[in-house]
C-alpha cells in the first residue's frame, strides 16, 4: 500500500507535486487514518503563505526527499481509522482535525479521551496544541453529518472570526469607540474571503460599530450581497472614505501596497491587525509604516486567554452558540452564502489548489477534496 502526497515547494507555491511513497507499518500505540475529504480555501494559501514564519510545515514534514525545500499544506478534514495500535482508538471511528493533504495519515495517539485525541508525536510537542487536536465525530457537538462540508470548509475560519472580534472587544477596540457619536469604522482587506465575512458578521452585531469591507472591482456586488457589510468599496475607492475616521485595520489580504495607502491616509488608525496573505503575491513586510504597528493576529493566544478567563466549557458554549447562528445564516436556503464543490482525485486537487492560489475562485464556493480515487 501507499500514501499519495500534495506537495509544495515552499518557497515557489505555484510549483506542487504529487508523490507516492510506501506506507511503513505501524508502531505500538500508532494510528493509520484514511483522509476522507478535507477543505481547501484561502486560509489554506495562508498557511503555505505563512508556513515558516508560523511553523505551519512543521507539522507534517516531507519525510525521505530527495529533494529540500517541500511541504505539505495542513487543511482541516474528517478521516476514518483504518489501522490502531492504541486500545482507545478503534477501527473505523471518524475524527475532524488538521490533516495534510494526503490520502492517508499516521498518527500517535495521547491524552485520549471521549471528546478525542491530541497527535503525541515528537515533533508536534512544540506547536501550537490547538491543531494537535482530533475531535470524534460521534461525541463532538459541533458535528452532524448534514453539516460535514460546511464544518470542514467555515469552522476553522469561522473560530478565527469570532476570535478576531472577541479580541477586539477585549481590548475595547483600541480606543476607536471613544470618538462621540461617530461609528467606529472597521475596515476589512479581501472582504470577499470566507474569514473576513464571519469577522463581519460577528461585528455587525455590535453597536457603535460600522463594517466596511474592501475588497476587488469583480467582488463588490458579492460582498453587498452577504448584508453583514454596512459599506463595501473596490480597493481603488479608498478615497471615498472620510481619512479622519476613527478605525481598525483587519488586514486579511497582506497586500503590501493597500496596508500602506491606509496607514498613510487614515490618521486616526487606532491599531493595525495583520490576519492572513490572499494576495500572495503583493505579501510584505509591516517596517517603516506611518501610524501603529501591523501586528500578527494568533488566533491560539487569544482561546488560551479565554480558556483562563472563562474556563474552556463556557468559552465552547459560546463558540457553539455563535457557530449555530452563523451555520443557519451561510446555510439559508433562500440565500446561501456558500455552495460546495466537492470533486475527488489527484488531478481534481491540483486544479482547486492552483485556482485558489491564483485568487481565481468564486467566492460564494467552497472546495470539498479528496486525494482518493474517484469511483
Keep these: ?67 529540500p525545500g ?14 490502531s495500535l492504541h486500545p482507545g482508538v478503534a477501527l473505523g471511528e471518524k475524527f475532524y482535525g488538521y490533516y495534510p493533504m494526503s490520502s492517508s495519515v499516521v498518527l500517535q495517539p495521547t491524552r485520549v479521551s471521549k471528546a478525542g485525541f491530541a497527535d503525541g508525536a515528537a515533533h508536534r510537542a512544540s506547536l501550537h496544541p490547538v491543531y494537535n487536536q482530533y475531535l470524534r465525530c460521534s461525541a463532538d457537538p459541533f458535528y452532524t453529518f448534514e453539516s460535514e462540508d460546511t464544518q470542514a470548509l467555515m469552522r476553522p475560519l469561522f473560530m478565527t472570526s469570532w476570535l478576531i472580534d472577541d479580541f477586539l472587544v477585549d481590548n475595547d477596540f483600541f480606543g476607536a469607540l471613544a470618538t462621540g457619536s461617530q461609528r467606529a469604522l472597521m475596515l476589512l482587506s479581501s472582504a470577499s474571503s470566507k474569514t473576513a465575512y464571519g469577522t463581519a458578521f460577528q461585528l455587525a452585531q455590535r453597536p457603535g460599530i460600522e463594517v466596511l469591507g474592501l475588497t476587488s472591482a469583480r467582488n463588490v456586488a458579492f460582498c453587498e450581497s452577504l448584508g453583514c457589510y454596512d459599506r463595501v468599496l473596490s480597493y481603488d475607492q479608498l478615497d471615498q472614505v472620510d481619512a479622519g475616521a476613527a478605525c481598525v485595520y483587519i488586514d486579511f489580504a497582506g497586500n503590501t501596497d493597500l496596508r500602506r495607502a491606509i496607514h498613510t491616509r487614515f490618521e486616526n488608525l487606532k491599531y493595525s491587525m495583520s490576519i492572513g496573505g490572499t494576495h500572495v503575491d503583493q505579501l510584505g513586510g509591516a517596517k517603516d509604516l506611518p501610524g501603529p504597528r501591523a501586528t500578527l493576529f494568533f488566533a491560539p493566544a487569544q482561546v488560551k486567554k479565554r480558556n483562563s478567563d472563562w474556563g474552556a466549557e463556557q468559552l465552547g458554549q459560546r463558540l457553539l452558540q455563535a457557530w449555530q447562528a452563523f451555520v443557519a445564516k451561510i446555510t439559508d436556503p433562500a440565500d446561501p452564502w456558500l455552495r460546495v464543490r466537492q470533486q475527488q482525485g489527484p488531478s481534481a486537487v491540483v486544479a482547486a489548489y492552483d485556482q485558489a492560489l491564483a485568487g481565481r475562485g ?14
Excluded at 517541500?70 to 489501522?83: E, H, N, S, Y
Design 1 to 67: 500500500m501507499t500514501t499519495l502526497d500534495f506537495l509544495v515547494r515552499k518557497d515557489q507555491l505555484a510549483s506542487t507535486e504529487l508523490r507516492s511513497t510506501p506506507e511503513l507499518p505501524l508502531n505500538e500505540g500508532e494510528v493509520r487514518l484514511r483522509i476522507d475529504r478535507f477543505a481547501l480555501t484561502s486560509n489554506n494559501i495562508t498557511y503555505a503563505a505563512f508556513g515558516e514564519a508560523m511553523n505551519y510545515w512543521s507539522f507534517f514534514p516531507v519525510n525521505g526527499s530527495e529533494e
Design 362 to 375: 468564486d467566492p460564494r464556493e467552497g472546495y470539498m477534496l479528496s486525494l482518493q480515487a474517484s469511483p
Design 70 to 83: 517541500w511541504g505539505r499544506i495542513p487543511v482541516w478534514g474528517f478521516a476514518t481509522v483504518l489501522q
